[in-house]
Nanobody, 126 residues
Framework: VQLQASGGGLVQTGGSLRISCAAS????????MGWFRQAPGKEREFVAT????????YYADSVKGRFTISRDNARSAVYLQMNNLKPEDTAVYYC????????????????????WGQGTQVTVSS
């Protein structure tokens, strides 16, 4: 599966943004999806993940309660709704995927993911 992230941009502190990721294959439903981010000078870190079924999600503590991951299997797309954005959310956000053997599998481990999109820049001004 090929992944194409979009929707990044510049937003003020406290604002909202939704980024999207379009997948290229009809087998999208078999993939666990995730979002990671990388800020300048920092390592890539986990943000959120969602199971094949969409029923299981996990979030990094830093975004819990502010970000929501969702997926539309009919459209082969995954979304990240980001609310109450903070300057520390500034980063390149990467959409990622791996084949999930079971409907409820997810992962917060970057090493489990073997499909990566090109990233979309999110900048939060203070």
């Amino acid at each position: 599966v090929q992944l194409q992230a979009s929707g990044g941009g510049l937003v003020q502190t406290g604002g909202s943004l939704r980024i999207s990721c379009a997948a290229s294959r009809r087998t999208f439903i078999t993939y666990v999806m995730g979002w990671f981010r990388q800020a300048p000078g920092k390592e890539r870190e986990f943000v959120a993940t969602i199971s094949r079924s969409g029923l299981v999600t996990y979030y990094a503590d830093s975004v819990k309660g502010r970000f929501t991951i969702s997926r539309d299997n009919a459209r082969s797309a995954v979304y990240l709704q980001m609310n109450n954005l903070k300057p520390e959310d500034t980063a390149v956000y990467y959409c990622t995927a791996f084949y999930g053997r079971l409907p409820q599998i997810t992962s917060r481990d970057m090493n489990d993911y073997d499909r990566w999109g090109q990233g979309t820049q999110v900048t939060v001004s203070s």
